[in-house]
T-cell receptor
Framework: ETGVTQSPTHLIKTRGQQVTLRCSSQ?????VSWYQQALGQGPQFIFQ???????GRGNFPPRFSGLQFPNYSSELNVNALELDDSALYLC????????????FGNGTRLTVT | AQRVTQPEKLLSVFKGAPVELKCNYS??????LFWYVQYSRQRLQLLLR??SRESIKGFTADLNKGETSFHLKKPFAQEEDSAMYYC???????????FGTGTRLQVFP
């Protein structure tokens, strides 16, 4: 089975720009979560998608938005980028069944200048 | 407030020494507690969860509701245990994880 893959691995954007990060779920997984990990911090929950619907959201402003597609891949979009958005963005998928663990991708390193 | 606290940023021990990585949590309900590990140049992965009550790679963790702690322990550290360790909780009826800031474990030969 293939694991969670994220693209791109690195990205540099300018303040005010928009960015789209992509994630392919592990085979058989219908639930995708996104996390932001700032330097020296633990991952922070952004939101989760289950069967193409948002299914929970963390304390992030509306300029952070997402999509999940019928094949359960997902996108994270961030508008009006700010310097503090510089972080590692992690995608994690799970089967959605009770007690199923999260499988994380390697992340996308976003730098906002 | 829901919070996970890992007081140590770095823990250094010699091979064969016991290891205890501390984790305290703040949550009013009944959380699920986890330990995640990230080895060098690898992705974040689940190490163990309190409901499983199992030992993984020699590590154990006991949930102490009275002290709101979930410390990770191993009696004899190995060099391959060197990694970043994150404690996390899942509030009831959600799937989101609330992570601590992590502890880097260095095991010297």
């Amino acid at each position: 089975e293939t694991g969670v893959t994220q693209s791109p691995t690195h990205l540099i954007k300018t303040r005010g720009q928009q960015v789209t990060l992509r994630c392919s779920s592990q085979s058989g997984h219908n639930t995708v979560s996104w996390y932001q990990q700032a330097l020296g911090q633990g991952p922070q929950f952004i939101f989760q998608y289950y069967r193409e619907e948002e299914n929970g959201r963390g304390n992030f402003p509306p300029r952070f938005s997402g999509l999940q597609f019928p094949n359960y891949s997902s996108e994270l979009n961030v508008n009006a980028l700010e310097l503090d958005d510089s972080a590692l963005y992690l995608c994690a998928s799970s089967s959605g069944q009770e007690d199923s663990p999260l499988h994380f991708g390697n992340g996308t390193r976003l730098t906002v200048t | 407030a829901q919070r996970v606290t890992q007081p140590e940023k770095l823990l250094s021990v010699f091979k064969g020494a016991p290891v205890e990585l501390k984790c305290n949590y703040s949550y009013s309900g009944s959380p699920e507690l986890f330990w995640y590990v990230q080895y060098s140049r690898q992705r974040l992965q689940l190490l163990l969860r309190h409901i499983s009550r199992e030992s993984i790679k020699g590590f154990t963790a006991d949930l102490n509701k009275g002290e709101t702690s979930f410390h990770l322990k191993k009696p004899f550290a190995q060099e391959e245990d060197s990694a970043m360790y994150y404690c996390a909780l899942t509030p009831s009826n959600t799937d989101k994880l609330i992570f601590g800031t992590g502890t880097r474990l260095q095991v010297f030969p």
